[in-house]
């Protein structure tokens, strides 16, 4: 039998690929110090905001965008006051799952007024909260009385909002892409539908602005919907704390990027940042605002950035608003240079606030479990599903693979991502041949499979896929969030036989991909993403597609979402069924 030699790249250097794979020793976290990127040109960072807004919708649960229409909305009792009208509103988001809020009207409903919607933070009362670092009331009435139609909403699980607990996402729910993050995202694009509709509001002026987890909804929410046009996220915009709750963290969410680069996005729109002294926003003037003003630089709009900061820990406190106010008032009622100081106002009691205070939900309102098969019943349409299965998967194509020899074999990796993908070929003639086990190369070379290659005098290469054979080494999963900013093992294992192709593929021409076991799972999705035609040979018999069976093999956030495996037959036959049950896919 032949001896095993090296992969050959020419002019590669050793330098290049890193002893340690980067994948276990770069793992951060919600207090991770982000790195701010330079954008050198407006197409550059164009290209990036595409990316990125397909990378937020996708973690999600809402790419492609689900249709929306208008949600029912039941509108109730009303509180007329000196100038301004408060209401109660229920809205249905999703069919019998229902967001609550208050609506804040100037009195004079004949006239048509900015809109403004305005998610909370994690305040003991939500959005009826009443302190001095947070009175949810004072500015829904005092933007009222300045002339715009205010619908403050809840969190999933505060006041109105409870048909879902603030916190929940099993792993089986997270293949689905259901969460607190996901769900509030939902009802943030209903609440601007819902603004939006009201005929005393100009949907050509649209607002948003929150603090707190209310801040992470808002430049979320700034950086998905193209609708809203001026913006003020309130003491969350960080580059050294990304949030720490379940409603701000979703599974794939901020792999590669961060807050700031997020908030970004939303350039060239009028946008004020509100930071604090006394939390994670206190370095935003001198370091979080330049960097997305550079953004803004790119558009030629470096005055449509502003930021303040208030001397204060973390708050949306009467200072705070009065900078929101200032800021509003010069950008969209368009009276510059004019001191909006908060005006006293009356606190209503809550009683009177509470959508729910007295009554019922309505009639057909579901439970938990039926808020999460409707929340599943979206995207059924598979017309997109192999983009849709790249984005779950957080696949990258290499543009270049670099190779090295080493003492068992080689070594393959991304010169940009600095992974490192252990292995042994034979060289050989005719096409290429990469064959995946779960337990690794060593495994795969016992298989008959790879005998039979050899007897053939095939170029045969067989890799550890991640954290399998050699490739097994230490990696803190121990973070609360960690999918958020790390992909999962069984991703990171079909990034590394795309990885493994693209390097055959760059010098073989063809190639045949053998998944043997569990592996042919692996191997049948990446064949699925891959953008070469690949030869493929995986026996998923036994693999069912059931959220049991990819948490076993394939467990992977998003997936189901994504299709599971309908998208993947649909990606590798596109001539087969386009659309998905909400409920268990079809068996194989």
């Given amino acids: 039998m032949r001896s095993f030699t090296l992969l050959f790249v020419a002019t590669v250097l050793a330098a290049q690929i890193p002893m340690e794979d980067s994948r276990n020793t770069n793992t951060p976290d919600t207090d991770t110090h982000a790195k701010l990127p330079e954008f050198h040109s407006l197409q550059q960072w164009e290209q990036r905001k595409a990316q990125l807004r397909k990378q937020i919708l996708s973690a999600a649960g809402l790419y492609p ?79 009222a009385k300045q002339g715009y139609v205010v619908f403050a909403y809840d969190m999933v699980g505060y006041n109105d909002t409870i048909q879902t607990p603030h916190k929940f996402g099993t792993p089986a729910e997270q293949l689905w892409s259901f969460g607190p993050l996901q769900l509030q995202l939902w009802n943030s694009l209903n609440a601007t539908d819902f603004v939006a509709s009201l005929p005393d509001v100009d949907p050509s002026k649209l607002a948003v602005t929150g603090a707190s987890g209310g801040g992470t909804q808002a430049f979320l929410l700034a950086a998905i919907d193209d609708r809203l046009t001026f913006a003020a996220p309130v003491n969350m915009v960080s580059a050294i704390m990304q949030g720490g709750d379940f409603c701000e963290n979703a599974p794939g969410l901020r792999i590669g990027t961060n807050n700031v680069e997020i908030a970004a996005m939303f350039a060239p729109k009028p ?206 999963r121990s973070h609360e969030h960690f999918l958020t900013f790390n992909f999962s093992d069984d991703a990171c294992r079909v990034q590394d036989i795309l990885t493994a192709l693209a390097f055959l593929h760059q010098s073989s021409g063809p190639v045949e991909l053998i998944g043997l076991g569990n592996a042919g799972v692996w191997a049948y999705f990446a064949a699925a993403v891959a953008p070469i035609p690949v030869t493929l040979h995986a026996d998923i018999s036994n693999f069912n597609g059931t959220d049991e069976a990819f948490l076993r093999v394939l467990n992977v956030p998003g997936i189901q979402r994504a299709g599971g495996l309908q998208a993947a037959k649909l990606a590798l036959n596109p001539g087969a069924t386009n659309s998905v049950s909400s409920q268990a896919p079809a068996q194989q």
Avoid: C
Wanted: net charge negative; no cysteine; hydrophobic share 35%.
């Fill in 65 to 143: 965008m689900p249709k929306r229409g208008v949600p029912h909305a039941e509108i109730f009792g009303r509180l007329d006051r000196e100038g301004y009208t408060i209401e109660k509103v229920l809205l249905e988001t999703l069919p019998g799952y229902y967001l609550g809020g208050n609506l804040y009207r100037p009195l004079n409903t004949t006239a048509k007024h900015p809109g403004i919607v305005n998610p909370h933070g994690h305040w003991t009362y939500g959005r009826l909260e009443n302190e001095d670092l947070f009175s949810g009331q004072a500015l829904g009435i005092n933007l």
């Fill in 271 to 476: 946008m004020l940042l509100v930071s604090a002294t006394g939390d994670w926003t206190k370095n935003v003037p001198h370091e979080e605002f330049p960097a997305i003003q550079r953004i803004y630089d790119l558009y030629g709009k470096h005055d449509n950035l502003e930021v303040i900061q208030i001397e204060a820990p973390h708050n949306f406190n009467q200072k705070s608003r009065e900078g929101v106010y200032r800021f509003f008032a010069e950008q969209i009622l368009d009276q510059p240079g004019q001191p909006m100081p908060e005006k006293h106002v009356e606190v209503e009691m809550l009683q009177d606030m509470l959508a729910l205070q007295g009554r019922t939900l309505p009639s057909g309102a579901v439970s938990y479990d039926g808020v999460y098969k409707q929340w599943q019943a979206l995207n059924t349409d598979l017309t997109s599903a192999k983009e849709r299965l790249q984005l779950a998967l957080g696949i990258a194509w290499p543009e270049k693979v670099v190779s090295e020899n080493t003492a068992g074999g080689t070594v393959l990796s991304r010169p940009s991502v600095g992974d490192r993908v252990p292995g042994i070929l034979v060289e050989g003639r005719g096409p290429a041949a990469l064959v995946i086990d779960p337990k690794g190369a060593a495994s795969a070379k016992q298989s008959p499979e790879v005998a039979a290659l050899m007897k053939e005098h095939r170029r045969v290469l067989l890799i550890d896929t991640f954290q399998t054979g050699s490739a097994i080494a230490p990696r803190n």
